[in-house]
């Protein structure tokens, strides 16, 4: 697993939200959001099957009424949502991961 989250991590997020919220609205339909999670490059990337995962994740889904053109979503999500939410579970398997290494480092230290 990658040590943490660098500039660039953020960058080809942002880069590949503009793929799929091209009107740059900062909102993309739900339905979207599996394909976008999973086409993220690591660290903040969450492969499909990803479904149960989004779930677990808690991300909230609103109803978005674009200003501009009246256009309106009705399950949508929002860009510094996702963001903020796939930067915490990063943290959170990273900080799992290292809890699992010094575990085994323990138990490998007690065998006789």
Known sequence: MAEG???ED???????WQEFDPKGCQYIKM???AEFLDVLEPPLQIAKPN????IQLDIPI???TDPRSGEVLEEAVFCADILDIITQDFFARKSQSSLMDEQTQ???EVKV
């Open 5 to 7: 989250i660098i500039e």
């Open 10 to 16: 953020y960058a080809l997020f942002y880069e590949i």
């Open 31 to 33: 339905e979207h959001l």
């Open 51 to 54: 479904k149960y995962k989004i």
């Open 62 to 64: 609103v109803k978005y």
């Open 106 to 108: 323990h138990v490998e």
